[in-house]
T-cell receptor, first 114, second 113 residues
């Protein structure tokens, strides 16, 4: 059974650019959540997708957007990058997005904005 | 609103000593509580979770946690620390209808010889 995978592992962008991060969910999981983890902090919830629909959003501006595909893989897009967007971006999948379900995390994508 | 407070950003113990990492939560509804571990340059791995069954929850690698409603706590313990336990530990709570997690700021565990 393949776990959650993310690509790329590392990325360097400049302020104002746009970035797309990708996530493949664990087999059998239809829910994907994205988190931002700044250095020295706990992960912060960005949003969740359940069966291709957004199913909850954290306190992040609209320039953070996402997509989930029919195979339940997902993308996180960030427009107009700012220096504070530098962080580890974690993707997590769960079987059905219900309360109390375990979320299984990928290794993350480390984004550096210069 | 739900929140988690982890007391102590850094904890250092000797190998073989008791590990105690503290977590207090705030929630207006019965919570689901989780402990995750993060090794350097890796994602998060689930240690254990509380889902209102038994209040004492056993997890992987010899860790366990006890849910105490009266104290709104979910502290993580391990009787005997091993060098391989050195990592960052995060407590998280889920109370909404979806599986969104709210994390604490983490506790870095150092294990010394």
């Amino acid at each position: 059974e393949t776990g959650v995978t993310q690509s790329p592992t590392h990325l360097i962008k400049t302020r104002g650019q746009q970035v797309t991060l990708r996530c493949s969910s664990q087999s059998g999981h239809n829910t994907v959540s994205w988190y931002q983890q700044a250095l020295g902090q706990g992960p912060q919830f960005i949003f969740q997708y359940y069966r291709e629909e957004e199913n909850g959003r954290g306190n992040f501006p609209p320039r953070f957007s996402g997509l989930q595909f029919p195979n339940y893989s997902s993308e996180l897009n960030v427009n107009a990058l700012e220096l504070d967007d530098s962080a580890l971006y974690l993707c997590a999948s769960s079987p059905a997005g219900g309360k109390g379900e375990t979320q299984y995390f990928g290794p993350g994508t480390r984004l550096l904005v210069l | 609103a739900q929140s988690v407070t982890q007391l102590g950003s850094h904890v250092s113990v000797s190998e073989g000593a008791l590990v105690l990492l503290r977590c207090n939560y705030s929630s207006s509804v019965p919570p689901y509580l989780f402990w995750y571990v993060q090794y350097p340059n890796q994602g998060l791995q689930l240690l254990l979770k509380y889902t209102s069954a038994a209040t004492l929850v056993k997890g992987i690698n010899g860790f366990e946690a006890e849910f105490k409603k009266s104290e709104t706590s979910f502290h993580l313990t391990k009787p005997s620390a091993h060098m391989s336990d050195a990592a960052e530990y995060f407590c998280a709570v889920n109370t909404g209808t979806a599986s969104k997690l709210t994390f604490g700021t983490g506790t870095r565990l150092q294990v010394t010889l």
